[in-house]
């Protein structure tokens, strides 16, 4: 249960080290020197592991240390995937997962540590230990040991979870995206190279800087929020403005790509210290597990007109917002807006392929998010829930 409004609770993360503007390479072996980790497996997007030298120069680095290479985790993961990850980390006796990807593949690492420690073998095994929520959208995490296989995470987009505790995955059976978290399952290092983003996709890169602006515009729209986090927030928020615009420009500035990594994980921190975000998110979980939209868009889709219906409860916080995205005196939600358009990303459902007839299962699946129920703005049945979505573009 998050804490009343006004009040808040810093959890501080289990991630013991941060490589900034490092080469993965020398990132990753330092750190397997530092912890004495000898078996490597690495689990990579398909695309980074088939079409650049980026995986195949890492395993070349790494040496007799690297033990195998998983590349099939699809969009927002799914329990099959961590599993058959699992299978060949467990056969290949691995003592530390290094992920290589964007935030489903980082998040198909975490749960694979938690497989690994539980030695869970089969889609229902997983059952146990998922995030539930109950009717008033109260968070109800299973209690289990953590993971001792540590992930060591190299992220190649802006979606910022390598500093969540989280992981997302999709129960591909029942078309729903479900939470797996535990302190331990943090990655135990990041790796911040801004030279292996250049192998991004433009689109990917950018949507999902969208997307850790909207964790900078949901800390500070809420009401749970703190001085230290919202400051941090504001950073991250001016700074990827700036840095993002100019990787939009000039997708080759390496140095305007390592801004937004650090402003990421800037945005990242109030999340992981325990800040719960509002209804953007919310919508953005089931947008993506049960209709596929990727992981950035559903933030570009429904961030701006989340503030707009939010501002009637938090219209003061917004104005840090609006003071952030460069105009202390225009609406917060226009200016994100016209930021998203700015950037060329999709800004309606229909740009998504999302059909509003779907409208009513896709008020279900949010009504059951954990934070739909700390939104800024009560949202008490789907009724109401409805109605905020009829007001997507």
Same mark, same amino acid.
């Given at each position: 249960?998050? $804490? *009343?409004?006004?009040?808040?609770?810093?959890?501080?993360? @289990?991630?013991?080290?941060?490589?900034?503007?490092?080469? *993965?390479?020398?990132?990753?072996?330092?750190?397997?020197?530092?912890?004495?980790?000898?078996?490597?497996?690495?689990?990579?997007?398909?695309?980074?592991?088939?079409?650049?030298?980026?995986?195949?120069?890492?395993?070349?680095?790494?040496?007799?240390?690297?033990?195998?290479?998983?590349?099939?985790?699809?969009?927002?993961?799914?329990? *099959?995937?961590?599993?058959?990850?699992?299978?060949? @980390?467990?056969?290949?006796?691995?003592?530390?997962?290094?992920?290589?990807?964007?935030?489903?593949?980082?998040?198909?690492?975490?749960?694979?540590?938690?497989?690994?420690?539980?030695?869970?073998?089969?889609?229902?095994?997983?059952?146990?230990?998922?995030?539930?929520?109950?009717?008033?959208?109260?968070?109800?995490?299973?209690?289990?040991?953590?993971?001792?296989?540590?992930?060591?995470?190299?992220?190649?987009?802006?979606?910022?979870?390598?500093?969540?505790?989280?992981?997302?995955?999709?129960?591909? /059976?029942?078309? /729903?995206?479900?939470?797996?978290?535990?302190? !331990?399952?943090?990655?135990?290092?990041?790796?911040?190279?801004?030279?292996?983003?250049?192998?991004?996709?433009?689109?990917?890169?950018?949507?999902?800087?969208?997307?850790?602006?909207?964790? *900078?515009?949901?800390?500070?729209?809420?009401?749970?929020?703190?001085?230290?986090?919202?400051?941090?927030?504001?950073?991250?928020?001016?700074?990827?403005?700036?840095?993002?615009?100019?990787?939009?420009?000039?997708?080759?500035?390496?140095?305007?790509?390592?801004?937004?990594?650090? =402003?990421?994980?800037?945005?990242?921190?109030?999340?992981? =210290?325990?800040?719960?975000?509002?209804?953007?998110?919310?919508?953005?979980?089931?947008?993506?597990?049960?209709?596929?939209?990727?992981?950035?868009?559903?933030?570009?889709? %429904?961030? $701006?007109?989340?503030?707009?219906?939010?501002?009637?409860?938090?219209?003061?916080?917004?104005? !840090?917002?609006? @003071?952030?995205?460069?105009?202390?005196?225009?609406?917060?939600?226009?200016?994100?807006?016209?930021?998203?358009?700015?950037?060329?990303?999709?800004?309606?459902?229909?740009? %998504?392929?999302?059909?509003?007839?779907?409208?009513?299962?896709?008020?279900?699946?949010?009504?059951?998010? /954990?934070?739909?129920?700390?939104?800024? /703005?009560?949202?008490?049945?789907?009724?109401?829930?409805?109605?905020?979505?009829?007001?997507?573009?």
């Amino acid at each position: 249960m998050s $804490p *009343a409004p006004g009040r808040s609770v810093h959890a501080q993360s @289990a991630t013991e080290r941060i490589y900034v503007d490092e080469t *993965a390479s020398t990132a990753i072996a330092h750190e397997l020197e530092t912890t004495g980790r000898q078996r490597a497996f690495i689990i990579a997007s398909r695309t980074l592991a088939t079409t650049t030298p980026v995986v195949t120069a890492l395993q070349t680095a790494l040496g007799d240390r690297h033990v195998g290479t998983f590349c099939e985790v699809p969009a927002h993961g799914s329990r *099959a995937a961590v599993l058959a990850a699992t299978s060949a @980390a467990r056969a290949a006796s691995a003592d530390v997962l290094v992920a290589i990807g964007g935030g489903s593949i980082i998040d198909t690492a975490k749960v694979v540590a938690l497989c690994l420690r539980h030695d869970l073998q089969a889609h229902d095994d997983l059952e146990p230990y998922r995030v539930m929520v109950d009717a008033q959208g109260r968070r109800l995490p299973p209690t289990f040991d953590g993971p001792d296989v540590p992930v060591i995470a190299v992220p190649t987009t802006l979606s910022g979870a390598e500093f969540y505790e989280t992981g997302g995955i999709t129960n591909e /059976r029942e078309g /729903r995206k479900q939470s797996f978290g535990h302190r !331990r399952m943090v990655p135990r290092a990041v790796v911040l190279d801004p030279a292996i983003t250049l192998h991004t996709p433009h689109w990917l890169w950018i949507s999902t800087g969208v997307r850790a602006i909207d964790h *900078a515009v949901e800390t500070l729209g809420s009401l749970h929020s703190n001085a230290y986090t919202d400051a941090l927030a504001e950073s991250a928020l001016r700074t990827l403005g700036e840095a993002l615009r100019q990787t939009f420009r000039d997708p080759g500035d390496t140095a305007a790509r390592g801004r937004c990594l650090t =402003a990421t994980w800037q945005s990242m921190t109030p999340l992981a =210290a325990g800040v719960p975000m509002g209804i953007s998110h919310a919508t953005g979980h089931v947008l993506g597990g049960s209709f596929g939209v990727s992981h950035g868009h559903t933030s570009c889709v %429904v961030a $701006p007109s989340a503030l707009a219906f939010n501002v009637p409860f938090n219209g003061e916080r917004q104005l !840090r917002i609006s @003071a952030a995205l460069g105009d202390a005196h225009a609406p917060a939600s226009a200016l994100l807006d016209h930021l998203i358009r700015e950037l060329g990303m999709p800004r309606s459902l229909a740009e %998504v392929r999302f059909d509003r007839r779907d409208l009513p299962r896709l008020a279900e699946g949010v009504m059951l998010d /954990r934070w739909t129920a700390t939104n800024p /703005r009560p949202i008490q049945n789907a009724g109401q829930m409805i109605a905020f979505l009829e007001t997507l573009p």
